[in-house]
């Protein structure tokens, strides 16, 4: 089960990685990010929630992942002024739990 620790530690070890990548990368890679519509913030809650549902995720996880990706009333714009760092976490996560509840556990991104 993902633990709320576990996740920080994630985003405090990509954080940490960021000074050895090149800006122009890092601005590629929050572009391609922010590449999030309404109907994708609706999906990555249904993800979460499952992922909550079926004890892939414990309670703070989950509610962490809820807030993070918009809560009650998810946007685009929230999720543009999240830190790169969150939101790479946050779609693995998510990438990983779609994958688990689709019978596919283990499959490359």
């Known amino acids: 089960m993902l ?5 920080k ?3 405090e070890s990509i954080k940490s990685k960021f000074d050895l990548i090149p800006k122009e990368k ?7 990010c922010n590449k999030v519509d309404y109907s ?16 892939h995720i414990d ?10 990706i918009g809560g009650d009333l998810p946007s685009p ?11 790479l976490v946050i779609t693995t996560i998510l990438g990983a739990l779609k994958d688990v509840e ?6 490359t991104h």
């Open 9 to 11: 530690e994630q985003v």
């Open 26 to 32: 890092l601005k590629t890679m929050e572009t391609e």
């Open 77 to 87: 714009k929230k999720w543009k002024a999240l830190p790169l760092e969150e939101k």
């Open 40 to 55: 994708d913030l609706f999906a990555f809650q249904t993800v979460q929630s499952l992922g909550f549902a079926t004890l």
């Open 59 to 68: 309670y703070d996880a989950s509610m962490w992942l809820y807030n993070k």
């Open 102 to 107: 689709s019978g596919n556990p283990g499959k």
């Open 3 to 7: 633990k709320l620790k576990t996740i």
